[in-house]
């Protein structure tokens, strides 16, 4: 099972800054196949990434996926109010799909 | 659009059963596989499995295997997920969500359904 460590835990930020998140995999994730996902309180995750840099229908550019291999960025470029909920990286490329812990954003 | 609608929250006792429903609307059901994912109180997502509503082929983490079933009715474009021999660690928020074909990445998730088990 491909293990995912997301870091940091809790990134504090205001709104207007950017926020970085990693995602590093226990080994490499097959054809790139690493999406990430937003959840917020009460509600469904929501994709936002997939394929390490494709973003999903409607997700605004100021989101960004990189990496390759084993070490994976989620960019967010300039934080909205709306941004701030917690965030999930999911390799697919090998079973069973799995998650990583989650790293939550909020407002400092 | 797409839509998963999931059936309501239920509560268990240890040892039983529950069944989870996911109907879609918005797309063709056959041409996307299902996959389920729980989430318990203030904790991360955790993959359950998938299946083929074509094909009914389905995997499951390897930890659920023998206490899950994954299933779906076509001609009612609902997919359901049964899990039995429930204990305490089963109490979750269960999401089903649309998969991308061979990839299983989710693209449209339901909205949860709460599924406690309490004696």
């Known amino acids: 099972e491909i293990v995912l460590t997301q870091s940091p835990g809790t990134l504090s930020l205001s709104p207007g800054e950017r926020a970085t998140l990693s995602c590093r995999a226990s080994?490499?994730?097959?054809?790139?196949?690493l999406a990430w996902y937003q959840q917020k309180p009460g509600q469904a995750p929501r994709l936002l990434i997939y394929?390490?840099?494709n973003r999903a229908t409607a997700i605004p550019d100021r989101f960004t996926g990189s990496g390759s291999g084993t070490d994976f960025t989620l960019t967010i470029s300039r934080l909205e109010p709306e941004d701030f909920a917690v965030y999930y990286c999911q390799q697919y490329g090998r079973s069973p799909r799995t998650f990583g812990q989650g790293t939550k954003v909020e407002i400092k | 659009q797409v839509q998963l609608v999931q059936s309501g929250a239920e509560v268990k006792k240890p040892g039983a059963s529950v069944r989870v429903s996911c109907e879609a609307f918005?797309?063709?059901?056959?041409?996307?596989?299902v996959c389920w994912v729980r989430q318990a109180t203030g904790q991360g997502l955790e993959w359950m499995g998938w299946m083929n509503p074509n094909s009914g082929n389905t995997n499951y983490l390897p930890k659920l295997r023998g206490r899950v079933t994954m299933t779906s009715d076509t001609s009612k474009n609902t997919a359901y997920m049964e899990l039995s021999s429930l204990t305490s660690e089963d109490t979750a928020l269960y999401f089903c969500?649309?998969?991308?074909?061979?990839?299983?990445?989710?693209?449209?998730w339901g909205q949860g359904t709460l599924v406690t088990v309490s004696s």
């Open positions: 394929g390490v840099f």
């Open positions: 080994q490499s994730v097959s054809s790139n196949y």
């Open positions: 918005g797309y063709t059901f056959t041409t996307y596989d």
């Open positions: 969500a649309r998969c991308i074909r061979n990839e299983l990445f989710s693209d449209s």
